[in-house]
């Protein structure tokens, strides 16, 4: 077990199904270290290519094994890489993955993954705010949390424990880094101060008369 | 699983060639003890070596177009130590060089013996060659029959049978070659390769249908509600999320009708078992060549078959994620 392990956990109560996730990581990755990530016959009428396709990465805490040593799981954040200067492409470490969480790139002819954006996660000429995974920064619902699920105190590891997150596939013990979020009951509270504007001056001096119960009111001048 | 052509001809090709070779040597184990009588064989030694050779490189290229960086191959063999693709790797080659140098040894004649053995058993370079080579071909049945085998979220084959079944494969088709060859080469010993090939032939089905027994009752572990995590009675997928095809949805199916998958079972039973049987037993009766030969052709592309289904027929567990398309 590695000391940090970095994950993204996504949250199925608030994604919308936009596949912004997937074209700001397909845009990232093509020029990115891990690209290109190639198309085949994009205009035609079968396309296909390289596009981490569900935009998850598993970064398993059981990582296996591989053939050459070109595939490999980080000490210092627990991501795991292919160093596509030594795959041979011999598409045996996919089969090895129940989550199919690794792609062949046609044009390369190497095994790719998800690289948790690492050549953004620790770019220091990048804004602070910036260096975070390309399908984080695209979501417009925050349903990507980005972390590190060994810090008990991260976002991802409240999310996780804070909302029922589950990991999938269980079943095989391979112990996935990513989590899910279930969909959730959502509550609406509301406060009696939250109707009540408790620091309006006009109603505390006594200038404002409280208005009708059926008369319109304007958020400027609501009792 | 999709079939690649490449890793069916690389596993039936060196399961024949490790067949043969182990047939070569146990014709010169039973001379030796004075089980088979004593015939020149030499010529069919070198035939068959250089046969088993040639295969085995047959194989080796085939596996090479597996590959989408072939140059880089030999680094596949550095994790030996935890992989056993890259076992296999190594074994192959070492196998190769053993049965090239056997070959040779028969060639240039070194039968002259090196030691005797306490009950005067002679024991000559070829002898010791033999049973290096003989370690090496099953360690290489063990190693091919692993790399399928330990892959523990492909249930079809993640059972001791897919060894077991590599081995008896290899076995009876290299027996079957070697029978086909002393038709043609020493006539005396078709009688002996061939009885060994219907046996091996016979034990091949009986573990080959044991496993198709298994399969049909294995339950997959991993369901729509555990990919997915949403614990729902009825789950369908009405989109996989694009439309095009890529990696996931092309190396994980066999892409081939199901009528296709539902045919290629009675066509290799018959084909590498029931028709071989036969053809040899005929071949047997009428020491002939034509009839061991034919044997050795439909059995060969009987396992060709076989190996297909044996890809096709495994169910990984991503496949769960593509089932559909909007």
Partial sequence: MTRKQLALVIDLNVCVGCHACVTSCKEWNNYGAAGPLADLAPYDADPTGTFFNRVQTYEVGQYPFTETGASYKREQDGIVLVDYDKCIGCKYCAWACPYGAREFDEHDKVMKKCTLCVDRIYDTRMAEVDRKPACVKACPTSARIFGDIHDPHSDASRAIRENGGYALMPEWGTQPANHYLPRRTTRLRIHEDELVRADNPLRVEGHLPKPADDAATFDDASW | ?326
């Fill in chain 2, 1 to 326: 699983m999709r079939p690649a052509l490449s890793v069916i001809l690389l596993t039936t090709l060196i399961g024949a060639g490790q067949g043969l070779f182990l047939a070569l040597f146990t014709v010169q184990s039973y001379a030796l003890l004075g089980l088979l009588p004593s015939v020149a064989a030499g010529g069919f030694y070198v035939r068959g070596g250089l046969l088993a050779t040639a295969l085995l490189a047959a194989g080796l290229v085939a596996s090479f177009f597996h590959l989408g960086r072939p140059e880089r191959a030999w680094r596949s063999a550095a994790q030996w130590r935890t992989s056993w693709l890259s076992r296999e790797v190594i074994v192959l080659p070492a196998f190769m060089g053993v049965v090239v140098l056997y070959t040779l040894a028969h060639g240039l004649g070194a039968t002259q013996p090196i030691f005797t053995l306490p009950q005067g058993l002679p024991i000559d370079a070829t002898i010791v060659i033999g049973c290096v080579g003989t370690l090496l071909a099953f360690a290489l049945f063990v190693c091919t029959g692993m790399v399928y085998a330990c892959l523990r979220f492909l249930a079809e084959w993640h059972t001791p049978l897919t060894p077991l079944n590599y081995t008896l494969l290899g076995g009876a088709s290299g027996f079957m070659l070697a029978a086909a060859l002393a038709a043609l080469v020493v006539p005396a010993l078709v009688g002996f390769l061939s009885g060994w090939a219907i046996i091996l032939t016979v034990l091949a089905a009986a573990g080959r249908v044991a496993t198709l027994w298994r399969n049909a009752r294995l339950k997959p572990r991993s369901t729509l509600q555990s990919a997915i995590g949403i614990k729902h009675p009825f789950i369908a997928q009405q989109s996989k999320g694009f439309m095009g095809g890529s990696f996931n949805t092309r190396e994980f199916f066999h892409g081939s009708s199901g009528q296709r998958l539902r045919l290629a079972k009675p066509a290799f039973i018959v084909l590498a078992f029931a028709a071989p049987v036969l053809l040899a037993l005929a071949g047997r009766g009428a020491a002939s060549a034509t009839w061991l030969l034919a044997a050795c052709m439909v059995q060969f592309g009987g396992l060709l078959i076989e190996r297909w289904f044996f890809f096709a027929q495994a169910r990984h567990p991503q496949n769960l994620y593509y089932q559909a398309v909007s």
